[in-house]
């Protein structure tokens, strides 16, 4: 790509791939169709109908963001290490299919290239509801007779976590409450899916959410959130690359934090019902930001605000307060000429620094969408290595670019 030209024209958003995810795990819950609309064609969602596959379910990928899942019956209840080494969002099968077959296996996602990452607090808290966890062999093996409700206290707000037991505690016997739970849009997404399958959750998007278990669930239809963080995205490649955009199909109060913060720097964002207009200022600003649990400012926009804030006057610090190796991106920002320290959790960044093109090369999703993002602000020409990672999350960013008038070009697929 060639950076330097101001963005114009309208972008839509796809659906979100962090909802998507879950809503796929939670059609295990029942032997009738799950179908779910505005599920973006991005390789994670393949790579969990291969999960979902590999169990015994009917996955059907239908043009336009349908994807029908039908699990009649499940004719494995293993989450192989294959699959879940690609993707760490694996481990969402855990709870469906222990609460609905009494046993899960489900390899241990280990490491990842932004933290530890472990999924300790989801076992805690099954076995809360009476399951028997062994770790063996690098898989976890969960039985349990009959999940029971349970009051469930997270020491960490987790995300996943809270999804795991919600669909756990949706076909458990009794009351289930889940107190420090996540209030990210995509677990309210995932209980609002539930209930229409007939569960009966309560509070999602709260941090106590109360569950009563049922027998059964049944077959519903859902349409999945726009995605918020690649909403985020576009609103950051506007503020980079200068211009003005017009970001349709999203829903902006799910990203508050985002655009206040974007405003603070300068930009100019209108809100619509379920669009955004931003126009990019001459002079942006530095304004330092920590990332914390939803409805704070979320981590997976740090790696983007990053690029921002090199192209803003001044001093500011970045905090990440959710994963404590999500810096992988600065070395690369370096070699493009930004001006980043970093201490601990924070990096500071000097700014604003010319932006030269290198080549660089992408480590996880959002780190590779930064790259993407240095690229469009750059003098001169970007060639960003490991786009596969790029293609977990976005769908199809390198046309959506372009057409808002970014010279970028795909030059090999993955
Ligand atoms: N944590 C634990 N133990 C656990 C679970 C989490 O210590 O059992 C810690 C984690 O190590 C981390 C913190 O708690 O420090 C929060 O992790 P969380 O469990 O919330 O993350 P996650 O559920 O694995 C989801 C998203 C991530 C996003 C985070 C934080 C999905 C599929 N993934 O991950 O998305 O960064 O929440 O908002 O929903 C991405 O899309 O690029 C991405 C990484």
Redesign the pocket.
């Known amino acids: 790509m060639v950076g330097g030209r101001p963005l114009e024209g309208t972008v839509r958003i796809s659906g979100a ?2 909802a998507s ?1 879950p809503a796929l795990c939670a059609a295990l819950l029942t032997d009738e169709p799950v179908r779910l609309r505005n599920v973006p064609e991005v390789r994670d969602i393949r790579t969990m109908g291969r999960v979902l596959g590999a169990l015994g379910a009917e996955v059907e990928f239908r043009v336009g963001g349908v994807v029908e899942v039908r699990a009649r019956n499940l004719t494995s209840l293993e989450a192989p290490y294959e699959l879940v080494k690609t993707m ?2 694996s481990v969402l099968v855990l709870g469906p299919v222990l609460a609905r077959e009494g046993r899960a296996r489900v390899s241990l996602p280990g490491g990842c290239a ?10 805690l808290a099954l076995e809360k509801m009476g399951a028997t966890i062994g770790v063996e062999h690098g898989y976890v093996e969960a039985r349990a007779e009959r999940l029971r409700g349970a009051e469930i206290y997270f020491d ?6 809270t999804e795991n037991l919600l669909m756990a505690a949706s076909r458990a016997e009794g009351e289930t409450v889940l107190r420090n739970a ?1 209030c ?1 849009p ?1 677990v309210r997404d995932l209980a609002d899916l539930l209930n229409a399958m007939g569960a009966k959750v309560e509070g999602a998007g709260t941090p106590t959410i109360r569950i009563e278990g049922v027998r059964s669930l049944g077959g519903a239809e859902h349409r999945v959130i726009p995605d918020r ?1 690649e909403t985020g995205t576009y609103l950051a490649a506007c503020a980079i690359a200068g211009g003005e955009i017009e970001v349709r199909d999203c829903h902006p109060p799910h990203l508050e934090a985002v655009i206040e913060k974007l405003r603070e720097t300068g930009l100019r964002i209108e809100e619509g019902p379920d669009n955004l207009r931003v126009r990019s200022p001459r002079t942006l600003h530095a304004a330092s930001v920590t990332t914390l ?1 939803h409805p704070g400012f ?3 926009m740090q790696a983007q605000y990053m690029v921002l804030m090199t192209q803003a006057a001044g001093v500011s610090t970045i905090t990440e307060s ?3 190796n999500r810096y992988m991106h600065v070395a690369e920002l370096e070699r493009m000429g930004a001006h980043v320290r970093v201490e601990g959790r924070t990096a500071l960044v000097t700014g604003p620094t010319p932006l030269s093109g290198a080549q660089v090369m992408a480590t ?3 780190a590779s969408a930064c790259l993407v993002l240095a690229g469009l602000g750059a003098r001169g020409e970007t060639i960003v290595d490991r786009v596969y990672h790029l293609d977990r ?1 976005y769908y199809r960013i390198d046309e959506k670019l372009r057409g808002l008038g970014a010279d970028i070009e795909r030059i090999r697929w993955p």
């Open positions: 791939k962090n995810l760490r969002a932004i933290g530890a990452r472990p999924i300790n607090l989801h076992l960490t707000v987790t995300v996943t976590g996540a990210e995509e963080v649990p979320p981590t997976d959710i994963f404590e996880d999703l959002r999350g």
